[in-house]
């Protein structure tokens, strides 16, 4: 019938606009597989959003020097669904609820902080994904603020981890945004380096304090016939006076190969996975110096 007709052409405009391409759909049966999974997750999303269904996990980042932990990054899951950040950040992401999601990484993260150092921890900075729809957040830093106070909370404790695209699409914003931060004494990192815009102009005017080599490109070019570009990348980040983070690294020979070209710190399962708050401090966690 008509509405049922419209309702799948309707379906198939999502999907071109979903997959950010111009051009057209054909629509097709999986299309509603797709949509039922979205509102599902959609559903999940708000409930987590409603009665606390959200945790923290922390993955080390690893110094290459010394095997020390220097610092942590904070991982979001659901703790009633066992759905990944790769499902449900784009679907919160495309409904705007990415906005709220973030409020609520950010306090859980400040609070955690707060308790390790009521416990006397020797607590090393934790950094939050901040997703491109944050930018819409206009009293986001605000928020921040009065946490961090409300918390006892050291600034550089804290590090923003920001995406190429969000300076991309909103310049200006960006800029103004990752200038307040900077003002407050909050580090800033550049997430997923490689993957998107990568252009190193950028890098000498944002106030910025560390980029995170994406997972695919340490792959690309840790290979032997790339290792040079990989080399030459880490040392132009260091004339920038930037600490650089190789993620995603699994293999004791990428980790050998990124000490020999005086990476800085490593984040990966080769090291450890995200860890409980609870697990974080516990001595093994702590050093991984054998593992050089």
Known sequence: EMSQLIMNADLALYTVKNNM????????????????????????????????????????????????????????????????????????????????????????VIAQLSLWIEQGLDVKPVSVNYSAMQIHDTHYVEFLETLLNQYHVPANLLEIEITENVFL???????????????????IAIDDFGTGYSSFSYLTFLPIDKIKLDRTLNMKFLELDNIKVMDNLIALAHSLNLVVVAEGIEEKMHMKRLKVGKCDLIQGYYFSKPLEADDVFNDENCNFSLFL
């Open 169 to 187: 699409e909103n310049k200006q914003a960006t800029i103004t945004f990752l200038d307040r931060l900077k003002k407050n004494g909050i580090r």
């Open 21 to 108: 391409k111009s051009g057209f759909a054909l629509f097709d049966f999986p299309m509603t597989d797709q949509l039922n999974e979205k509102s599902f997750i959609e559903s999940v999303l708000r409930d987590a959003i409603d009665h606390d269904g959200f945790k923290m996990v922390y993955q080390p980042q690893v110094s290459l020097e010394t095997g020390e932990v220097l610092a942590y990054e904070a991982l979001l899951r659901l703790t009633r669904e066992n759905i990944m950040p790769g499902a449900f950040i784009p679907v919160a992401e495309d409904n705007g609820m990415i906005v709220k999601i973030g409020r609520i990484v950010t306090e859980k």
